[in-house]
């Protein structure tokens, strides 16, 4: 299993960002996927997440109305569109796929990790 993130970079607050996270080694189509970030000092975090089908997604609170999280399953790929960007965003970003047991109403990540891309947001 692996994760390919990128699309990171500095932004300014306000502006917006498109991130990618290109998947292997599992059949994708399958598998609830998510977005996950870590701030500076902090834990990682549940950003969103999108059904197997894509018909259903969620979105932690700090992110809703904010980000949209979609995915390409013909393309192995998921994404992460975010708008209005704060600098409380300032994080690396991580994609992951559904752990063992996993749903969408009681979702968490497998124990595979990419690398992550890092997405700044400062003036």
């Known amino acids: 299993v692996q994760f390919e993130e990128s699309g990171g970079g500095s932004v300014q607050p306000g502006e917006s960002l498109r991130l990618s996270c290109s998947a292997s080694?599992?059949?994708?189509?399958?598998?609830?996927m998510s977005w996950h970030r870590q701030a500076p000092g902090k834990g990682r975090e549940l950003v969103a997440a999108i059904s197997s089908g894509g018909g259903t997604t969620m979105y932690a609170e700090s992110v809703k109305g904010r980000f949209t999280v979609s995915r390409d399953n013909a393309k192995n790929t998921v994404y992460l569109q975010m708008n209005s960007l704060k600098p409380e965003d300032t994080a690396v970003y991580y994609c992951?796929?559904?752990?063992?047991?996993?749903?969408?109403?009681?979702?968490?990540?497998?124990?595979?990790w990419g690398k992550g891309t890092l997405v700044t947001v400062a003036s």
């Open positions: 992951n796929k559904e752990g063992l047991g996993a749903s969408m109403e009681l979702y968490y990540a497998s124990d595979f």
């Open positions: 080694g599992f059949v994708f189509g399958n598998y609830i």
